[in-house]
């Protein structure tokens, strides 16, 4: 069971790594072509963020159902299809609201009219996204997760090559956003594709059978929408915030400060998306101290990479943010370093977030997050006005980091204790050695791209020997790593 979830684990993180990889690559050349307007560009993605929460539910709910253990016939052909009906609907809204939007004038006079071909655009974009979410996480539920994720690197590639193109033609934000039109109608197909080998894409046209649980279906789905809802509004308030107030540029720095910490999520929010459908299975069937485990295990493991990477990143920012950016964006460097600290107690906290929610525990999830949601709205609106992006970073990175006591709280709520296993001084002096490492070589070397390669994987020798010998990874944790390596290369390290 601890392989076949590693390895789902493994599946979805490689993904995650390329999708990673691939926005690394591009963000920089949207920021060249895009220029002032990126700030622009900066907004629409929080905007459409804002908007999709009933996307993000469904990724929750065709999973959560789709990989539950139910005596019904043809369970998961069923919740398939009725996702779809629901689908089809929501498009249908979508669509009514951007039209109603644009044509009653509220977009001109909040915005410009330039930004109304941009909400038409994001309309299609959310249709489209909505149908993929379905087809991905059908594939997730039912365990081909290796199927499900390298289409969302897929995606980001052919967006990639499709946004330079129009970027070149001089498109500009219209572009951009036809070509993400474009490459999520794609890989839409290949999903449907994928599906139709294993469930009749028919069931999207046979209506549920009375047995079917619609009320529990959509009562999680409506409540897992509301705490997404707070959670998007965590993330993005701040940069919907500052766009009316101080303009496109700086938004533009602040949403490259935001990216570098986004950045450090890639482990974590790989964790999450497993732990929804995993800790769901394994719920159903009555397996909680499994979960208890489980959670224990990936909490300690997300504190772990994710503070070595934020060591790495926060030592070499001023080098790593105008090289990256380009020398312009060099005042985003203050507001990158700010968000850092709360970034990690996101970090550890998605985890338990994944489990609160396959565990069906969702009103203590909804009541955690919105204690942090407007605390992160009342600090934006205290502190923007004042202090501009500096304040948006003070006020996110402490409604970031409350993120984590709230989430442990709900999940002992629902019967979870993630620091079962978690091994604080361990841990700690872990953390603290790798601190010593990575600050040393960065201070005492020229401030260069070398040095920072350099700090890197010093800090990273250092973060895995201090942890083997304080044990806050043991030989169990190993064990599973080694299962997860190819066998020629689990040999050689094994003979070692």
Known sequence: MATSLARGFVSILGARVATIGLHIAITPLLVRYLGAEYGDYAFLLSLSAVTLVFVDSLFDGVRKFVSEDREAVEWEATVFGFY?????????????????????GLVV?????????????????????????????????????????????VEKFLFGVLAVVFLEW?????????????????????????????????SALTLAPTSFPRREVLSFNTVTAVYLLLANTLIHVDVLLLRPTVGSLETGYYKAALLVAEFLWIVPIAMENLLVHSSSGMSSRGEHRRIERLTARMTRYVTLLTSLMILVVGASAHVLVPL????????????????????????????????????????????????????????NLALIPRYGMYGAAVATSVSYGSMLGLHVWSSRKSGVDPAADFRFP??????????????????????????VLTAGLVGTVVHAIVAVKTRAVDGEDIALFLSLLPPPVREVISSR
């Not at 934000?173 to 794609?186: A, C, F, R």
């Not at 990256?324 to 709360?342: D, I, N, R, S």
């Not at 490492?437 to 960065?442: K, Q």
């Open 170 to 202: 001089g498109w500009g934000v219209v572009g951009v956003l036809l070509s993400q039109t474009i490459t999520y109608s794609l890989v839409l197909v290949a999903a449907l594709w994928f599906i139709s080998r294993e469930l009749p894409l028919r």
């Open 109 to 153: 006079s909040v915005l410009s009219a330039r930004f109304v071909p941009y909400l038409y655009l994001l309309g299609g974009i959310v249709v489209v996204q909505q149908f993929f979410t379905v087809g991905r996480s059908t594939l997730m539920g039912l365990g081909y997760e290796h199927l499900s994720e390298p289409l969302t690197s």
């Open 426 to 451: 361990r841990v700690a002096t872990t953390v603290f050695a790798t601190a010593l490492a990575v600050f040393g070589v960065v201070t005492a070397g020229p401030p260069t791209l070398p040095t």
């Open 324 to 379: 990256y950016f380009g020398a312009a964006y060099a005042p985003a460097v203050g507001p990158a370093l700010l968000l850092l600290p709360g970034a990690l107690g996101f970090a550890i906290a998605r985890p338990l977030i994944g489990v609160v929610q396959g565990t069906g525990h969702l009103r203590v999830l909804v009541g955690a997050t919105a204690v942090a949601a407007v605390l992160n709205l009342a600090l």
């Open 84 to 104: 779809v009906r629901v689908t089809v609907l929501a498009s249908v809204a979508v669509v009514l609201a951007v039209v109603l939007a644009v044509e009653s």
